[in-house]
């Protein structure tokens, strides 16, 4: 994971060793300074020896305070910077991997776990912040700890022998140690406890979320206050609230009753280590001042290696969620798969065809096409119907070429799609999906797709979409921010208003094949053919695919093609389809009420005085 750090930000680790050394640096400062003291005033110093040593004390230890709080601003930015940078590679990754992996559930599962690396305890922040900086401490703590160890041979006791041999050093080794093997004993048990708190307080903090997520929708209030529901939730939340801190009381005096053990066993070999070299004072060889700077230093190495054995639990599943990081990033990028450009046509002469196409969503076994064979004519309005579930978009996303046909191809003017280059490819479609997003942008960057939006195209495209209106209402017009996201100026548009700014996206583009793939599914019938018939007449030249469960779009398609559990099962005009039983007469006739001539010829009027055709 230091090599994950150091990819991210290279100068991040040196600025948190200096931070750690600093802040480790002041105790053993402050040991040393008492000490010295005790050890000039053993030896008779003078007034002035004193105050130079209390001087110098306090001009170091104002300097260590200095570059401390330099040093933990300048980690604090880089924890930041690190922070940033990971969420930044998190969302180029989103932007870079194939549509087919965004879909794959080990790649969801990889995502999931990226974003669990993240949050688990602070993330890579934490890890950086304490992890780094507990471990960096041990470390130095070790190396003062050694040194200490090492002087205090040094000085020869000629009255007892094992004062000088290696008996000593293992002596206060086994002091050393005692407080850790304690506090081994006392995390494991500890963590045990803490993790079956965790197990046990999961389903409330899961009624948590739900809680807070459920209050801060806006729209829930008109629930809560239309039946009166004040109670029922905050009950529900007192309750779960009273469990939880009654639990969570519970397993923390249980891990406070292990905690306590390792103090109490670093306090025992403080006192042993008093004695141990208090034994070398007693008998001359060793100042007063120096028992208590090694006796410090020990201490502080006891305090050291017990907090990291405290965290290092957390520390491992740390990194263990930050591998899914690692994981997800090391995701292949997608590779365009074709080179060939797209011929240039003044006459938009471009023919689609599916051959023998056959399709499976990945980690599924399900067929969601079979055998799917389909030629799209040129200027050809085409009207792709059937019930919820039967394959139509998914027939779409094939075309688009978000993903590929698992069996058979797609060809443009006799190529197969995939030899074509993806940019130049996609540049030929004008695509509005049922599910589709808009940006927290302005209304002219989500119409044009781009900073530099051509504002009369724009108004064009609005006006096509009947939203214009609506657009000229608001406080800056096509500059007005959707929704409040990112800016207090923006407004929030209605589900029809958003579908149609969707619609206004692609009529924008001009691409010479257009595609609606249900965006209307939110307006009402007559309102939905009102939007199909107008943008049909608004691209007239153009070819035109329009998928719905509806039938207001095909009333004016010269073709319909009928799809049922992804198999083409009808493909005819509307006159030869209803001449016959089958589907799509089915579908028409349970919607033949919205339909009607007198509803259909009030809406084409409508049309007829609200906009004039746009020449393409």
């Not at 180029?92 to 690396?117: I, N, W």
């Not at 905690?259 to 100042?287: D, E, R």
């Not at 405290?310 to 930050?322: E, I, P, T």
């Not at 997003?437 to 002219?444: Q, V, W």
Request: proline letters at 3%.
């Amino acid at each position: 994971m230091v090599r994950v750090i150091y990819e991210l930000d290279s100068a991040a680790l040196p600025v948190e060793f200096m931070r750690a050394l600093i802040t480790v640096g002041i105790p053993y400062l402050n040991i040393a300074f008492l000490g010295l003291v005790l050890n000039q005033l053993q030896q008779r110093a003078s007034l002035q020896q004193v105050m130079l040593l209390i001087s110098i004390f306090l001009a170091v230890r104002f300097l260590l305070q200095l570059c401390g709080g330099w040093f933990n601003k300048r980690a604090e930015d880089h924890e930041t910077a690190v922070k940033r940078r990971l969420d930044r590679a998190v969302t180029e990754k989103l932007l870079t991997v194939s549509y087919s992996t965004l879909q794959d559930p080990d790649m969801r599962k990889a995502y999931a776990g990226a974003q669990a690396g993240q949050s688990y305890n602070g993330g890579l922040s934490t890890l950086m912040k304490t992890g780094l900086q507990d471990f960096f401490s041990l470390l130095i703590a070790i190396g003062f700890g050694i040194a200490t160890l090492v002087s205090l041979m040094k000085p020869p006791v000629a009255a007892i022998a094992w004062l000088n041999d290696v008996r000593y050093p293992f002596m206060i080794l086994i002091l050393l140690f005692f407080p850790v093997v304690v506090g081994i004993w006392s995390v494991h048990h500890s963590d045990r406890i803490q993790l079956k708190l965790i197990e046990t307080i999961i389903p409330n903090n899961r009624r948590f979320t739900y809680f807070f997520n459920f209050t801060e929708n806006i729209f829930n209030h008109q629930v809560i206050r239309l039946y009166h529901a004040t109670d029922l939730v905050m009950n529900r939340e007192r309750e779960s609230n009273d469990n939880s801190l009654q639990q969570l009381w519970d397993g923390e005096w249980q891990i406070a009753k292990y905690g306590h053990w390792p103090n109490l066993a670093i306090a025992v070999a403080v006192i042993g280590l008093y004695i141990l070299v208090g034994a070398k004072a007693l008998l001359g060889s060793l100042a007063i001042g120096s028992v208590m700077i090694a006796v410090g230093y020990f201490q502080q190495l006891m305090t050291a290696a017990y907090q990291f054995l405290q965290q290092v639990g957390m520390y491992v599943n740390m990194v263990d969620y930050l591998q899914f990081y690692v994981d997800f990033l090391a995701l292949p990028d997608h590779e365009k798969s074709g080179s060939l450009p797209v011929e240039k046509r003044n006459d938009n002469e471009f023919a689609i065809q599916f051959h023998d196409v056959s399709f499976k969503y990945p980690g599924s076994d399900e067929w969601a096409l079979r055998h799917v064979n389909l030629t799209l004519n040129i200027g050809e309005r085409l009207a792709l119907v059937g019930r919820n579930g039967s394959g139509k978009t998914t027939l779409i996303k094939l075309l688009v070429r978000l993903f590929k046909p698992t069996e058979g191809t797609i060809t443009l003017n006799d190529i197969d799609i995939q030899k074509y280059d993806e940019d130049e490819y996609r540049s030929l479609l004008g695509v509005v999906f049922q599910d589709f997003r808009l940006f927290a942008y302005s209304i002219a960057e989500n119409v044009a797709a781009t900073t530099q939006p051509d504002r009369d195209r724009v108004w064009q495209a609005l006006t096509v979409a009947d939203v214009a209106d609506r657009v000229k209402r608001m406080p800056e017009t096509i500059d007005t921010p959707i929704t409040t996201a990112l800016s207090d100026d923006g407004v929030d548009v209605s589900g029809g208003e958003a579908q149609k700014i969707a619609i206004a996206r692609a009529w924008y583009k001009n691409a010479p094949i257009m595609i609606l793939d249900e965006p209307t599914a939110a307006l009402d019938p007559i309102s939905e053919y009102e939007i199909y018939q107008r943008f049909d007449e608004l691209i007239e030249g153009k070819t035109a695919i329009y998928v719905s469960h509806r039938m207001s779009s095909t009333r004016f398609s010269q073709r319909i093609v009928v799809l049922d559990h992804g198999q083409l099962v009808q493909d005819g005009t509307h006159a030869s389809l209803m001449a016959k039983s089958g589907i799509y007469r089915d579908l028409f006739n349970a919607q033949a009420q919205y339909y009607t001539e007198d509803r259909i010829k009030a809406a084409r009027k409508k049309v007829a005085t609200s906009v004039a055709p746009v020449a393409n």
